[in-house]
């Protein structure tokens, strides 16, 4: 089959005559339709992932060619759950940690398990969720992102009448920004620096970001969301974050070769002084309701 690959050692590289991956017994063989690019695939190839060496890919959208487990799903659309929990490991009681935080897990595309640039790829069968016919292979391919910008609500640290700030205009940004709104987060600014893509989201209102914004908006906010992918964007969500606010960290970035990463001591400090709580944010991975109303 083709794919796309990465290593430290060989950089990118496009494999016309890659083997056919073979699914274990609790898997399905999905053949992949469509296949998203994500910051992340972008930072893997800036060195974010140490030692990486697979298949480059986490969202997509496919239909199960095999699958000895559960042969009523053959002949379907998927989309499907990144993390892979370890065959045999001990299961945690708290479905969360289980899902997202399990030892030895793999997660697709990024740690351990070749990803969705390829033609064909194997996840396990608990991982999937049936694209109903009226979503198109487009849209699905959005599953997953959006499912990363649902954990924010399940997570719920964000509080109806916060006054809220969104931090990026990439995918990520973009997703996190429309979700909130839809859920009724009303008092929300959306911060970037592309006006076509910041008026794509619809309600709220959004601002480009200039050298006055950290400024203009000082500890204004209840919660910052930090969806920009750049050093920077922690810098301007500590600016603009008010005393006992909160800021939550949603996208990560590499440090390599990056003059713009902030000095830590500065984050810290604020965070310490003016009594900040500081809340990571990953993806919405699980059998879950988020992910389910992501579809």
Request: glycine share 10%; proline share 5%; with cysteine.
């Amino acid at each position: 089959m083709q794919a796309l690959k990465f290593s430290e050692s060989g950089g990118l590289v496009y494999d016309g005559n890659h083997e056919k991956p073979i699914a274990a017994a609790d898997e399905a063989l999905i053949k992949v339709f469509r296949a998203g690019v994500c910051s992340t695939d972008l930072e893997i190839l800036k060195g974010y992932v140490p030692g990486y060496n697979h298949i480059l890919g986490h969202e997509f959208v496919g239909v199960v060619e095999a699958c000895a487990s559960r042969p009523d799903i053959e002949g379907k659309r998927v989309v499907g759950e990144i993390n892979c929990p370890c065959s045999g490991a001990q299961t945690h009681p708290d479905p969360i940690f289980q899902r997202n935080h399990s030892p030895g897990r793999t997660v697709l595309g990024i740690i351990g398990k070749n990803g969705t640039m390829a033609e064909y790829m194997t996840l396990p069968v608990d991982n999937l969720y049936v694209v109903p016919q009226q979503i198109t292979d487009k849209e699905a391919c959005f599953a997953e992102p959006l499912a990363a910008a649902c954990r924010i609500a399940e997570q719920q640290v964000v509080q109806k009448g916060d006054k809220v700030a969104v931090i990026g205009d990439g995918k990520l940004g973009l997703l996190v920004a429309q979700a909130l709104i839809v859920q009724g987060q009303t008092e929300l600014v959306h911060f970037g620096k592309h006006e076509h893509k910041l008026s794509l989201v619809q309600g709220g209102s959004w601002e480009l970001v200039d050298e006055s914004t950290s400024s203009r908006h000082a500890q204004e906010f209840d919660v910052v969301i930090e969806a920009s992918g750049s050093s920077k964007g922690i810098t301007l969500a500590s600016a603009i974050s008010r005393p006992m606010g909160t800021i939550i960290l949603k996208s990560t970035c590499s440090a390599v070769n990056d003059p713009d990463m902030p000095l830590w001591s500065n984050i810290a400090n604020d965070v310490v002084v003016n009594e900040k709580r500081l809340q990571g944010s990953r993806l919405c991975v699980g059998a879950c309701v988020p992910f389910k109303r992501t579809i």
